[in-house]
């Protein structure tokens, strides 16, 4: 029997750590969990953006039992070695503990525009549980029905929403905390879009975190959001902003333009192509500046590093679980012509997300 070379058992080696890399994925999710609920760029923020370990522990907002000190170490370990924080030599001329800081991403969990309920949101186990059952899913059920959350929860995600208020909660944080951040980028990058508008309706728009900074950063624009009954009643008092207790899948009320942030994505097409169709009769011809603005992801378009492209299809696989898509050009416009819109543009300056721009 020919005895195997070295190479072909570095072959072999390189491709279990392939399969070991990807199985230890969710390694790496849970230590990013773990560090939301430890607060720890909070910590490290608070002790002026550096911190060795016991300082962190100091500053958390939780309490450590002291034999839970090397495991808090062991985790630091791997939010490192994965770009969550930085770390330096020790400091030789105090404690001789390691000394962590914040990176650009860890830098997002901190302060009034904190990225911490949205991340918390995806990483709640009500969110996560669903994809233990994916195989199963797809083996016992048509695509439509019931989907992957109710299969696991034994209800949509939208009736968890309204019958686990905390968890409702979160979502509705989430999503404004989400909308506060990629909203403001919006206005910088993306602004001309809402030029020469006179009336805007955010549709599914929540809380209306997105329809505020709308409305802020364009006051002559008349901001509206729509929404279902429980989810307005819960919504804050404005000035600036009214709402509108409705369903976008009844009719949606006449504006200049529909605003949709990241609600297309939540449906299959032809629940979309029903939305669309009522985003065109609430708006003008396009003459008359008329359109529809969507924020939502386009499959391949933007930046082509892998970190962009593996980001984009793993959330097309993670909307699988309310039965919606992330599409690619040619299914957005397959969507768009048959809901009788003419026209589009795409506008791919938001990461991994795009502004749609489609007309009547």
């Keep these: 029997m020919a005895l195997t070379t070295g ?24 230590a990013l969990k773990s560090a939301l609920d430890l607060r720890i760029a ?21 309490t450590l039992h002291p034999s839970k000190i090397p495991c808090l170490r062991r985790l630091m370990r791997v939010l490192t070695s994965t770009g969550i924080f930085t770390v330096q030599n020790r400091d030789e001329n105090s404690s001789g503990e ?22 918390s949101l995806l990483l709640h186990g009500i969110y996560v549980s669903p994809f233990l059952g994916l195989s199963t899913w797809l083996q016992q059920h048509e695509h439509s029905d019931p989907t992957l959350f109710e299969m696991t929860h ?18 509705n944080e989430g999503m404004v905390c989400d909308s506060s ?10 602004g001309h879009v809402f030029q020469g508008l006179s009336s805007l309706i955010d549709v599914a728009g929540g809380l209306g975190g997105a329809a505020q900074s709308i409305s802020k950063a364009f006051p002559h624009v008349k901001c509206s959001v729509l929404d279902l009954p429980q989810v307005v009643a819960k919504a804050p008092a404005s000035a ?28 299959d097409d032809a629940d979309c192509v029903k939305i669309l169709k009522n985003c065109k009769k609430a708006i003008p ?18 930046p082509s590093n892998i970190k962009h492209k593996e980001t984009q299809v793993m959330f097309d696989l993670f909307i699988m679980f309310v039965n919606g898509a992330e599409r690619d050009e040619q299914e957005w416009k397959n969507i768009i012509f048959e809901a009788g819109f003419s026209d589009y543009k795409i506008i791919p300056v938001l990461g991994v997300r795009s502004i749609i721009e489609i007309y009547p």
């Excluded at 190479?7 to 849970?30: C, P, R, V």
């Excluded at 951040?181 to 993306?190: L, S």
């Design 154 to 171: 034994g209800q949509t995600v939208w009736d968890m929403n309204d019958h686990n208020p905390a968890f409702g909660a979160l979502f």
């Design 42 to 62: 909070d910590a490290i923020h608070n002790n002026g953006g550096a911190a060795t370990l016991p300082q962190i522990v100091a500053n958390s907002k939780v």
């Design 285 to 302: 011809p396009r003459d008359a500046g008329g359109k529809v603005i969507i924020l939502d992801m386009v499959v391949g378009a933007g």
């Design 98 to 119: 390691l000394i962590y800081g914040l990176t650009p991403a860890s830098q997002l969990l901190v302060g009034s525009t904190s990225l911490t309920p949205f991340m």
């Design 240 to 267: 600036n902003v009214s709402y509108i207790a409705g369903d976008m899948f009844e009719s949606i009320p006449p504006a200049n333009a529909i605003f949709l942030k990241w609600v297309l994505h939540d449906w």
């Design 7 to 30: 190479t072909d058992n570095q072959a072999l080696l390189d491709a279990q750590l392939e399969l070991w890399h990807t199985t230890f994925a969710y390694i790496k999710s849970m």
């Design 181 to 190: 951040f990629i909203m403001d980028i919006v206005v910088k990058e993306c």
